[in-house]
């Protein structure tokens, strides 16, 4: 089955860390460029930002909010996603999703909540 | 940045009623290979999202005929021919040319 699962979300304080998880089946992982986008409580869609495969150069690119602090890798041995979050604020709080490239797949999403 | 803008943000709609979702974007999202980056996401209460169009009028596989998109160069448009309970829940458009912004977000319900 085609398919992302992610994992690893939980509570964490604020200036804490987290690393999400999502693993891979069904397709090449890795040949495909893969996302993390975001969903505040409430609000709509935020592009977190994007891994390249490797045979493009495993390049990642974020938006500014998390530049610095997150960092997305990528195992494709294990088929599987990171999301590697540092220094977390209040504001880094939702639903994070992992997507293919051309976002047409998606996770169900996994839960952060930053909060003292 | 560039900034996609969604109207209306709140659509209700009558059972078998057509129903329409306006996207500009501030800047003409043609890329330099001639695409046009406009996708459209569907995301029904609850679920996560889903693409319904890629860029501008291609139906993902497995979407009803009855959704459509349009458009070209900063204004787009997505399309229900008859809207069905289904439909319910929140559509988005997005535009990958330049980086990757959502718009706001537009909330069909049945009325």
């Known amino acids: 089955e085609v398919q992302l699962v992610e994992s690893g979300g939980g509570l964490v304080k604020p200036g804490g860390s987290l690393r999400l998880s999502c693993a891979a089946s069904g397709f090449t992982f890795n040949n495909a460029w893969m996302n993390w986008i975001r969903q505040a409580p409430g609000k709509g869609l935020a592009w977190v930002g994007r891994?390249?495969?490797?045979?493009?150069?495993?390049?990642?690119a974020y938006t500014a909010p998390v530049k610095g602090r997150f960092t997305i890798s990528r195992d494709d041995s294990k088929n599987t996603l990171y999301l590697q979050m540092t220094s977390l604020q209040t504001e880094d709080t939702g639903v994070y999703y992992c997507?293919?490239?051309?976002?047409?797949?998606w996770g169900q999403g996994t839960v952060v909540t930053v909060s003292s | 940045d560039v900034v996609m803008t969604q109207s209306p943000l709140s659509l209700p709609v009558t059972l078998g009623q057509p129903a329409s979702i306006s996207c500009r974007s501030s800047?003409?999202?043609?890329?330099?290979?001639?695409?046009?980056?406009l996708h459209w996401f569907q995301q029904r209460p609850g679920q996560s999202p889903r693409r319904l169009i890629y860029k501008v009028s291609n139906r993902d596989s497995g979407v009803p005929d009855r959704f459509s998109g349009s458009g070209s160069g900063t204004d787009f448009t997505l399309k229900i021919s008859r809207v069905e309970a289904e439909d319910v829940g929140v559509y988005y458009c997005m535009q990958g040319t330049h980086w990757y912004t959502f718009g706001q977000g537009t909330k069909l319900e049945i009325k």
């Open positions: 997507t293919t490239g051309p976002f047409d797949l």
């Open positions: 891994i390249k495969s490797r045979t493009d150069g495993e390049t990642t």
């Open positions: 800047q003409s999202l043609v890329y330099t290979d001639g695409n046009t980056y």
